[in-house]
């Protein structure tokens, strides 16, 4: 079991971090393409 609960812990923690990068480069990328217009 515990090999297996480690995988998952690690899955998880991979998941979490994908998806907090994918909120930072979000807006970035929103503001990148604002910039233009606003310019």
Do not use: C, F, G, M
Request: proline share 8%; hydrophobic share 35%.
């Amino acid at each position: 079991l515990s090999p297996v609960l480690q995988q998952n812990d690690i899955a998880i923690e991979r998941q979490r971090y994908e998806l907090h990068w994918t909120r930072l480069s979000s807006p970035r990328q929103l503001l990148k393409e604002a910039t233009p217009l606003q310019k």
